[in-house]
């Protein structure tokens, strides 16, 4: 691959809106990429294999837990700063910073919010250090978009939970400690249970032949019979409500990621075109690529500015499940648009690992499915706004 160069576009000075720590946060993460995830990324996808290696860093970089206290070993940043890293990390590879919003907001955060102090104590400084990676278990073979209906369900045995069922399409499962579970009891109440490796009955097979977030493993969760000691339950939020609030905040996370992979591709595409020459002149001076490049500068600073204001209203504890649905929507569609347009700016360059675009397009496929499909997202923007649900 070649070098990380960088440079990242702020056309309407966004960059005005953010506080010193902001900017430090990022401008740390951003040099941590291009030293240590930028070299070796493309190789990991292309063999597609996690690149486990930086694990220490994205830990020391504050990516695991960067909103849960310092006392539970987070980074007690605020939300903006939690979302500049998550910009920071897909910029580089979506795959790692997926590995990274599973751990803070779908591990960490439930933990955090609905665990008791003795469990807050026992996993969250494991998961802030990257010595214990988690996985969140949700999605099952019959049930995607629609979890209410899943079928893994717990049976309390007196001492016990004895858990069985499935899931699917886990990221990190096959190398995760612990698993985040959904399950309902024998009433059909959906809880949350912490599922450790090495308990009987517990495996983690991993799913092979992705095209997509190649870097990232994903897997199953599968439960036969597994004795879940009871303090392991997550008492302090049931319902379907309990994973969907987890969601809220990884969703709000995408939608700052997948302005990253934008970034990269636009940044990528206008080095290329101003060096690339065709016909005598560089193809950039051409109507057709600056129309390419234009677009994606207005597309990528309208993201810029919606992102920031979610943070704001994230920040306040004012940001509605719609909203954060609205901007995970929009900026992912916007990142695969400005995909697929830089890589034809790159022309047969484009479809190689040379350069990132390729793998950005290929990993946004996975994006713009995961956490709630681009359909979906759409649906619950018409709920919010008609308030008449067109799921069911
Ligand atoms: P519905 O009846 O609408 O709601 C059930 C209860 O949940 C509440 N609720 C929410 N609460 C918090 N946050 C949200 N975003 C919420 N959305 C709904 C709702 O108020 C209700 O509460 P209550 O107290 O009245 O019971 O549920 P539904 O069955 O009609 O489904 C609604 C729908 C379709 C929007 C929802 O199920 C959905 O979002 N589906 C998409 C599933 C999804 O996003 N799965 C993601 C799996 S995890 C993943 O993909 C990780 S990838 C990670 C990575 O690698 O980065
Ligand atoms: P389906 O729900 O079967 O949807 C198929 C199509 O039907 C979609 O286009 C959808 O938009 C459409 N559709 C469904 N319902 C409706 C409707 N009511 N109206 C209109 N259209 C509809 N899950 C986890 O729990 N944990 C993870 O860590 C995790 N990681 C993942 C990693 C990867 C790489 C991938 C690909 C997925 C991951 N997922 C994870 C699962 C992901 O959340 C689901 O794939 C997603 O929610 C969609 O579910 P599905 O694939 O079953 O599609």
């Not at 837990?65 to 006392?71: K, N, S, T, V």
């Not at 309902?184 to 450790?196: A, D, Q, S």
């Not at 990528?300 to 504890?317: C, F, P, S, Y």
Request: aromatic fraction near 8%; proline fraction near 4%; include cysteine.
């Amino acid at each position: 691959m070649k070098p990380d160069l960088f440079q990242a576009p702020d056309y309407y000075g966004v960059d005005d809106l953010l506080s010193e720590e902001h900017k430090l946060v990022r401008d740390t993460t951003r040099e941590w990429v291009k030293k240590n995830l930028s070299p070796i990324i493309e190789d990991y996808a292309q063999r597609s294999k996690f690149p486990e290696v930086l694990v220490g860093g994205l830990a020391e970089v504050g990516a695991f837990g960067p909103y849960i206290p310092e006392e539970y070993g987070g980074a007690g940043l605020d939300q903006i700063s939690y979302g500049l890293i998550m910009q920071e990390l897909e910029r580089g590879d979506s795959g790692i910073r997926s590995t990274a919003s599973v751990q803070s907001s779908l591990v960490m955060w439930p933990i955090f919010n609905y665990g008791n102090e003795a469990q807050k104590k026992k996993y969250l400084p494991k998961l802030a250090s990257g010595e214990w990676i988690g996985c969140f278990g949700l999605t099952e073979p019959n049930h995607g978009s629609n979890p209410g209906g899943m079928e893994t369900k717990y049976k309390d045995m007196g001492d016990h939970y004895l858990l069985n069922g499935a899931k699917m399409w886990i990221s990190n499962s096959p190398i995760a400690n612990i698993a985040v579970v959904w399950a309902k009891n024998e009433e059909g109440r959906i809880h949350g249970l912490i599922v450790e490796r090495g308990m009987e009955g517990f495996s983690t097979p991993e799913t092979h032949n992705k095209w997509s977030l190649r870097a990232s493993i994903t897997g199953e969760l599968i439960f036969d019979n597994v004795k879940v000691p009871k303090e392991n339950l997550l008492e302090g939020k049931s319902g379907l409500g309990a994973p969907l609030k987890c969601l809220d905040s990884a969703r709000y996370g995408i939608s700052w990621g997948a302005l990253g992979a934008a970034m990269d591709c636009y940044d990528t595409a206008l080095r290329y075109a101003k060096e690339r020459t065709q016909f005598g002149k560089p193809i950039a001076q051409f109507q057709l690529q600056q129309k390419k490049l234009a677009e994606m500068i207005t597309e990528i600073t309208k993201a810029q500015l919606l992102t920031w204001r979610l943070g704001v209203l994230k920040n306040e504890g004012r940001a509605s499940s719609a909203q954060i649905s609205m901007a995970k929507r929009n900026n992912v569609e916007m990142a695969l648009k400005i995909a697929r347009e830089a890589r034809q700016i790159l022309g047969g360059m484009g479809i190689t690992g040379d350069y990132s675009i390729m793998r950005h397009s290929m990993n946004l496929e996975s994006v713009v499915t995961y956490e709630g499909t681009h359909d979906i997202h759409l649906l619950i923007t018409g709920l919010d706004i008609t308030g008449l649900n067109a799921f069911k």
